[in-house]
């Protein structure tokens, strides 16, 4: 599904069957890295540095 099509629906069954496929790429997600979901502080070695530069490299090849 699009992110714009997960954004909008309130529940699963709402989302229609699409006949593109997505792919989302990236560099870093939010929510992974704690203990569990209730509010527990992420351990420092997942967290993202605020002076470190970041970057990413991919190729995507079709067959």
């Known amino acids: 599904y699009s992110e714009f099509?997960?954004?909008?629906?309130?529940r699963n069954e709402e989302l229609v069957k699409s006949k593109f496929n997505y792919l989302t790429i990236a560099l870093a997600n939010r929510g992974v890295g704690g203990d569990d979901s209730w509010g527990a502080p992420t351990h420092s070695k997942y967290c993202l540095k605020k002076n470190k530069l970041y970057s990413l490299k991919f190729k995507i090849f079709i067959d």
């Open 5 to 10: 099509e997960l954004e909008i629906k309130e």
